[in-house]
């Protein structure tokens, strides 16, 4: 039996043999078949062999309308695992959105890994956000350099998507990108999108939730805490006060760091000398914070026990204790002193009471709390007056050392408070 070759082609070949006149087979083929033809006769004499071959057109894409001309090293690096294909938006609270983005050029990574954008339709909820973009279009190699395509927006897979946005299933809208490639990664010049949660896909990886990583996602990003940090009372210790932060986390993970902020009133305390917040690092298994009293100056007061009190004309008087918010620690060599006093000033009603006026309080130094404290004494004096019940309030004006001039070092931290 003798047999005949079929040629390769993209769409068809055509084989005959003319001793005979007679057409020896006639076959379609597909790009990657090989078939054999066979002959029920022997062949006696070809005198001719016609091979019609024709090939499909190769699909191309236009040029990039920006300049691309040293972008493979100016593109700036978006290294964000998230952007995967892989990850859903129910795995993160943490949506991504580039509706900040500016316009220019990217080149996406994965952990340090070049990805490319998908070149097929990403379904919603994909890619770390809600509606995910992905590239329509082919992606060019070395030689084609920049070429355009669409950043094609997937709102979903409803009907009634179409009539509010147009466009088609999977690419409802379209932003106008390219993509260019730089011998072994690509760079897309992108657009913001046009609002949130709408990002551009990335890659392909699996990817962890925020605050995972490792094998299977099994180790904690951070630390967890698992009980709040402890502020311990503040103690005088080789006279400076200091105050502590206990960090109740175990001790043997020297892998957990930590960063303390000291705050007063819910506001970072200020260095005095750079202006910048108070933040100490804990590592190697530290686990205790500590903040010397000098560096809380200008953020320490005083509070009025009770803070208010309700009194009749010529009745009983009742006493007001006005106390520093902080124990107060005599440097080493010393006793502790008090030596800054308080003014008072009144209001009635809405009107100045000028009869508190001139009125100061010198500050007593409490050996049990070890807190500064004045103690002040209201009497509510009958004027045989029928006005009814009134409201009085009093402030405090700014602590002022004694000598108002010179403050000793230990009490320079109570100025102007």
Not at 85 to 90: D, I
Not at 190 to 200: A, F
Not at 247 to 264: E, H, R
Request: aromatic letters at 8%; proline letters at 6%; a positive charge.
């Amino acid at each position: 039996m003798h047999t005949i070759a079929d040629a390769i082609g993209n769409l068809h070949g055509v084989i005959t043999r003319k001793d005979d006149g007679k057409k020896v087979g006639k076959k379609k083929k597909s790009v990657v078949d090989l078939k054999i033809l066979e002959t029920q006769e022997p062949v006696k004499s070809v005198k001719e062999i016609v091979c019609v071959l024709t090939t499909a057109p190769v699909a191309s894409a236009a040029p990039c309308p920006f300049p691309s001309q040293n972008v493979c090293q100016s593109a700036k690096v978006l290294d964000e695992p998230h952007r995967s294909t892989k990850f859903t938006a129910s795995n993160t609270s943490r949506l991504l959105c580039d509706s900040g983005m500016h316009d220019g050029w990217y080149r996406f990574k994965s952990n340090g890994i070049d990805v490319a954008m998908p070149t097929s339709c990403i379904e919603t909820d994909h890619c770390g956000t809600i509606t995910p973009i992905w590239f329509q279009g082919i992606l060019p190699s070395a030689q084609q350099g920049a070429v355009e395509g669409k950043g094609c927006i997937n709102r979903g897979k409803e009907d009634y998507l179409l009539f509010a946005y147009g466009g088609t299933k999977c690419c409802h809208e379209d932003l106008q990108i390219c993509a260019k490639n730089c011998n072994g990664y690509y760079v897309y010049r992108l657009t913001r999108s046009p609002g949130c949660s709408i990002s551009y896909c990335a890659g392909d990886q699996t990817a962890c939730a925020y605050g995972k990583y490792g094998r299977n996602c099994a180790f904690d990003l951070y630390p967890k805490m698992t009980s709040q940090p402890i502020l311990e009372t503040p103690k005088c210790e080789n006279g400076n006060l200091q105050f502590r932060c206990l960090i109740p986390f175990d001790s043997q993970d020297n892998k957990a760091n930590f960063n303390v902020t000291w705050m007063v009133d819910g506001k970072p305390v200020m260095d005095g000398r750079t202006h910048q917040p108070i933040i100490q690092t804990l590592t190697n298994g530290q686990r205790i914070a500590t903040l010397k009293a000098y560096k809380l100056a200008k953020n320490m007061g005083k509070r009025a026990e009770p803070p208010s009190i309700t009194t009749s004309e010529n009745g009983t008087p009742q006493l007001i204790t006005l106390k520093t918010s902080i124990p107060h620690c005599a440097p080493l060599g010393s006793k502790p002193s008090c030596d800054f006093a308080v003014e008072i000033k009144g209001r009635d009603n809405s009107t100045n009471d000028y009869s508190t006026a001139g009125c100061s309080y010198t500050f007593i130094y409490n050996q049990i709390n070890h807190k500064c404290e004045a103690k002040i004494k209201i009497v509510a004096t009958r004027d045989f007056v029928k006005d009814g019940d009134k409201t009085h309030t009093l402030s405090f004006k700014p602590i002022e050392t004694a000598q108002n001039k010179h403050p000793s070092l230990q009490n320079i931290m109570w100025m102007k408070h």
